[in-house]
């Protein structure tokens, strides 16, 4: 995506590009003819490549829409993508109306009727073999630039529905451009697609649960309800901040900024470019490329406009968010809409205190210790960092430590919930000064995250490290349900 963002070379389908590459490697496996479940795919996992399906085996051809295989003899199909080429109706969450393939008019090509090979005899034939069919769903999205205002291209999603069984097919249509029809069913017991969950949602009038249609009271561009369909409670009163509210003692020195007017991508010459290593740290699409332990995004010093892809999270919230009732770790947050991966979410507001300020406060409950990661190895490992980042943050001195306090003024952050396997991670940004030990902390996506999942970060506390006034040591027990649980948050 950066090559063919900075025009390095004519790139086609960059998912192709980027396989190509993979293939080079010697760890690369191809992906195996898999029937039903494939381990580590769950209901929900969502997709933007074909290349990925096929990746990880859930799809194999990167262009067709039936994936086949032969189980004793029998040519069956194991998995089909219904992304639109034609009509296939999702009449409800438990049925699919699906279209063969082939038959189509392509070029000097006249359209005929579709025959009875390949994928088209593979669907026919799992009714008698009862093999399950995978079903992947393809969409058309919003362009990524939607969200980051700027010059994203529209992002195609596939969502894995889970197990069908094919129960039926016939044909319908014209002479001379007739097609096959498949009705499938889907195998019960399944987790239920959020898919339909959102579609049912966006459609009703009044939304089951709701207490406030905006938290932020209109401070955020985008509202942010509160739901609960549990026990009809609202959440503490706060006051809702969209930034940092820094001591009376603290004067906010503006960055140096850089000189670019046509875009900052010019990894000598961009002050920003240099400071973070060579390179801006998002793509054009506002999405996070790498993790590092501190980023500069652009700020009041540089000439770039406010649309410069390096200005991602000072611009705030730009995903719809919603906080709702758990069923047993009080409120969370999630989002009606998919989330890429790499998406900034939001920024942990609230009132910047000297740690020592910060232990004298009674309600501990939302307190974020900042700039102490710089050097958690933990923290970092999985994320990909780039070595030798030039700062003061890459020193291995102890800094001053800083707390955020989010308990009587904050913002949706300070709902967001610990798991012990997040999808969210803490990325330390400076934009409105150069202060080290005091970064913004920013939330961004680790993965794509489907619909009406919640929103978790790792709160990163040591089993021991938390102790009472009298010194005592304090333990709070986990719930996140994650199959990686430690079953203590301290």
């Not at 999702?90 to 009875?116: C, H, M, P, R, V």
């Not at 719809?320 to 409120?331: A, D, R, Y």
Request: proline share 6%; glycine share 10%; net charge negative.
């Amino acid at each position: 995506m950066q090559a063919e963002e900075q025009h390095v070379r004519n790139v086609g389908r960059i998912d192709l590009e980027a396989i190509n590459m993979l293939k080079k490697d010697p760890k690369y496996t191809k992906p195996e003819a898999i029937v039903g479940n494939v381990p580590g795919v769950e209901v929900g996992d969502e997709f933007h490549f074909r290349v990925e399906l096929s990746l990880v085996g859930l799809h194999r051809p990167y262009q067709g829409g039936i994936d086949t295989n032969k189980v004793n003899g029998v040519l069956v199909a194991i998995s089909i993508v219904a992304s639109g080429g034609y009509p296939d109706e999702l009449s409800n969450s438990d049925e699919l109306i699906y279209t063969g393939s082939g038959g189509k008019a392509s070029g000097t090509k006249e359209a005929e009727d579709q025959k009875l090979q390949r994928g088209n005899l593979a669907l026919k034939n799992c009714i008698e073999t009862k093999t399950p069919v995978r079903v992947i769903h393809g969409f058309k999205g919003q362009s990524r630039g939607e969200v980051a205002h700027s010059k994203g291209k529209q992002v195609s999603t596939f969502t894995y529905d889970g197990l069908y069984n094919v129960v039926e097919y016939w044909q319908e249509g014209p002479k001379g451009s007739m097609v096959f029809k498949y009705k499938l069913q889907r195998i019960p017991g399944q987790p239920q697609l959020a898919l339909h969950v959102v579609k049912v949602t966006k459609k009703s009038k009044v939304r089951e649960g709701l207490l406030l249609p905006d938290i932020s009271h209109g401070s955020e561009r985008i509202p942010l309800c509160v739901i609960n369909t549990i026990d009809g409670l609202s959440p503490a009163p706060f006051k809702y901040v969209t930034k940092i509210i820094y001591p009376p003692w603290y004067k906010k020195e503006p960055p140096t900024g850089c000189d670019c007017t046509n875009g900052c991508s010019d990894s000598v010459n961009c002050a920003c470019a240099v400071k973070n290593g060579g390179e801006i740290p998002y793509n054009f699409n506002g999405a996070i490329v790498e993790a590092k332990p501190l980023i500069y995004e652009c700020g009041p010093s540089c000439r770039c406009p406010p649309t410069c892809h390096n200005r991602v999270s000072q611009h705030g919230v730009k995903i719809p968010l919603e906080i709702f009732k758990t069923g047993n770790t009080g409120w969370g947050v999630r989002s009606l809409s998919s989330i890429p991966s790499g998406s900034f979410i939001c920024e942990y507001a609230g009132e910047l205190l000297e740690d020592k300020e910060a232990e004298k406060r009674e309600n501990d409950e939302y307190l974020f210790d900042i700039g102490n990661n710089y050097q958690d190895e933990e923290l970092w490992e999985g994320l990909k960092s780039i070595p030798g980042l030039k700062s003061s943050a890459s020193s291995s001195e102890t800094m001053e430590g800083f707390t955020i306090d989010a308990a009587e003024c904050g913002n949706v952050g300070r709902f967001i919930n610990h798991s012990c396997s997040p999808n969210l991670y803490a990325q330390n940004v400076l934009w409105d000064h150069d202060d080290v030990e005091k970064p913004h902390v920013m939330f961004f996506a680790v993965e794509n995250i489907p619909p009406l999942q919640e929103l978790t970060y790792h709160y990163n506390y040591k089993i021991g490290q938390v102790q009472d006034k009298n010194g005592a040591e304090k333990v709070k027990h986990c719930y996140c349900g994650s199959f990686e649980c430690s079953g203590r948050l301290y």
